[in-house]
């Protein structure tokens, strides 16, 4: 059974890294809803290719500009989801917010 953020059918095509994120997440929030949040950190329209878009990113692009590229999507959600996506928004932050931890802890 996989989580919030990889669908059991797309996890072919998720990174060894993707499922690891997923098992610490769920660990460290057990209170987060499973199976169906997909479309918080797994959208499907970003799952149709043999990499997903944001393990190309964290691949291409330097250390500050994927950190950046995560803190502008963490202040996009945040600002906006009173408004348009409700705590969906809160949880997409979320995962940016986690994303761009782990990268500027990385070497």
């Not at 479309?39 to 290719?49: A, F, I, L």
Request: charge should be negative.
């Amino acid at each position: 059974m996989m989580g919030c953020f990889i669908k059991d059918d797309d996890a072919q095509h998720v990174s060894p890294h993707m499922k690891q994120l997923e098992m610490e997440f769920h660990e460290e929030h057990p209170q987060q809803p499973g199976p169906g949040m997909d479309e918080v950190n797994h959208p499907s329209h970003y799952t149709t290719g043999d990499i997903e878009v944001i393990d190309y990113l964290r691949d291409k692009l330097t250390k500050e500009e994927f950190i950046g590229y995560c803190t502008g999507n963490v202040m996009k959600y945040v600002s906006r989801w009173r408004h348009k996506g409700g705590t969906e928004d809160l949880r997409k932050a979320a995962v940016y917010q986690r994303w761009g931890i782990e990268r500027a802890e990385s070497d």
